[in-house]
Each structure stands twice: as C-alpha cells, then as structure tokens.
T-cell receptor, first 109, second 116 residues
C-alpha cells in the first residue's frame, strides 16, 4: 500500500520558473525523502529531511517538512528542461520505505 | 560509480507462465527491496531483506510470488503463474546501513514485465 499523496498529479511550467510539489502522509516517520524518476528508469534519491528538521536545501532544491500537518513540499528553483521527470516522496518509518503516487513535472524550453 | 544491476530489462510473457527477475545490489549493501510500479503510480513495496532474512513481505502475493536472497547478496523475484495484472515495472533497490539510522535507496533500472 502507498503511504503518501502528491499534489498536484501533474505540473507544467516554463523553463526558469519555480516548481512546487506537495506530499501528505499518514503515519509517523523517521525521515521523508524525495526521489526523481525519468521515464522508464529507476528512481534517484534527491534529498532527505529528518523528522526533527523543518527545512533543508540542496542546490536548487528546497524541502520543507511539517510533521504536525504530516506534509512536505519540494521546491525546484530556476527549473530547466532537464528537470522534466516524475517526483516521488517517500516516508521512512523504521526502515519501512513507502512511496507516494508522484507528481509528473514537465518543464518547457 | 557502483550501481544496482537488474536483469532482464524487459520481459514479455504469456499469462500462466513463470517469470523470474534478478537483482545484484551495490556491494556491501545489507538491505534489499523489491518494489512493483504500475504505470502512472508510485512504487509499492513487495519485499524487504536485511542480509538474507526477510524483514517485510506483508505486501507480497505469496500464492504466486516468491523472493529469495540466499547468500545475502543478489536476489531473485519469481512469479508463477503470471497474470495479466502483473504487468508493471519491477524495481530493485538497495541501501547500506547508515549512521544515525537514516537510509536512502539506490535503485536499479528496473525490469519491465508485460503479460499477454
């Protein structure tokens, strides 16, 4: 069974714009992670935020976590056409990793 | 850079046939996961191994699916008999034991199964 729900299901933006994706989950977590998947490929780990952290940055990525609302957001700044992919949040509850349904991001050149 | 290997990359089979997928995790990674991903959806956990032991197989349809990791290294996932609804991407992932308890997954390229 899947843990989280991403919102929106699909997002289309112009190159240079920012993209924001949201994730809600149901159970307690040790950490929350975001992964990227190019079409027909495996997933690639992007960033991890622990349950006691509220915000984390990595390059053009910014992740927030609100454990009281059981939600997280991923912001990609200054998007590029190469950012076109599906993005998934995953919750880690004692090494039990569960993924959401994903957001399909399209960045138009 | 070390990668998780999976084979085959693509498999087409007829329903009621048996299929098997193989995964070789990154060397030294103790934890291995098999996920199933239906097109347009997120990965769903089938089974998790810690070394050679099954940690969680609660979502594995045991009437037709089996998984093993005999020596705690590579792993095989089998479906017998395959059904039309099994058409999906089967993803293998591995993880080292990390300090502080955090783990992030390294995924293989997946096996795309089509059942006709």
């Amino acid at each position: 069974s899947q843990q989280g729900e991403e919102d929106p299901q699909a997002l289309s933006i112009q190159e240079g714009e920012n993209a924001t994706m949201n994730c809600s989950y149901k159970t307690s977590i040790n950490n929350l992670q975001w992964y990227r998947q190019n079409s027909g490929r495996g997933l690639v780990h992007l960033i991890l935020i622990r349950s006691n952290e509220r915000e984390k940055h990595s390059g053009r990525l910014r992740v927030t976590l609100d454990t009281s609302k059981k939600s997280s957001s991923l912001l990609i700044t200054a998007s590029r056409a190469a950012d076109t992919a599906s993005y998934f949040c995953a919750t880690d509850n004692n090494n039990d990793m569960r993924f959401g349904a994903g957001t399909r991001l399209t960045v138009k050149p | 850079e070390a990668e998780v290997a999976q084979s085959p990359r693509y498999k087409i089979t007829e329903k009621s046939q048996a299929v098997a997928f193989w995964c070789d995790p990154i060397s030294g990674h103790a934890t291995l996961y098999w996920y199933r991903q239906i097109l347009g959806q997120g990965p769903e956990l089938l089974v998790q191994f810690q070394d050679e032991s099954v940690v969680d197989d609660s979502q594995l349809p045991k009437d037709r699916f089996s998984a093993e990791r005999l020596k705690g290294v590579d792993s095989t996932l089998k479906i017998q008999p395959a059904e039309l609804g099994d058409s999906a991407m089967y993803l293998c992932a591995s993880s080292p034991r990390l300090a502080g308890g955090d783990l992030s997954l390294f995924f293989g390229p997946g096996t795309r199964l089509t059942v006709l």
